[in-house]
């Protein structure tokens, strides 16, 4: 069964960046578009990024301009890096893939905590 791996999480004061790498364990045909959540106590799971095949990107509005998602479809990989953090970013991110057939994979979730 296919796995996405993340990493980079951390705790980082208020201004500072983190960079969140997501890996897949096996190679995923067909991949439509790669993007990053994240969900703080108490909150919903929001969309923060996402990257279509063909490149196009989306951010929240919260973080435009701070944060930038690139991926690398040969390698099944997304990054996102999280400059000029505040501490509302505080959260555990979660990667994400989705298919061409709909099929939605997830990663374990990394957490990243911002102090202030």
């Known amino acids: 069964q296919v796995r996405l791996v993340e990493s980079g999480g951390g705790l980082v004061q208020a201004g500072g960046s983190l960079r969140l790498s997501c890996a897949a364990s096996?190679?995923?045909?067909?991949?439509?578009?790669m993007g990053w959540f994240r969900q703080a106590p108490g909150k919903q799971r929001e969309l923060v990024a996402q990257i279509t095949r063909r490149g196009s990107t989306n951010y929240a509005d919260s973080v435009k301009g701070r944060f930038t998602i690139s991926g690398d479809n040969a390698k099944n990989a997304v990054y996102l890096q999280m400059n000029s953090l505040k501490p509302e970013d505080t959260a555990v991110y979660y990667c994400?893939?989705?298919?061409?057939?709909?099929?939605?994979?997830w990663g374990q979730g990394a957490q990243v905590t911002v102090s202030s």
């Open positions: 994400n893939f989705g298919d061409l057939l709909d099929r939605q994979y």
């Open positions: 096996e190679r995923i045909f067909s991949i439509n578009a």
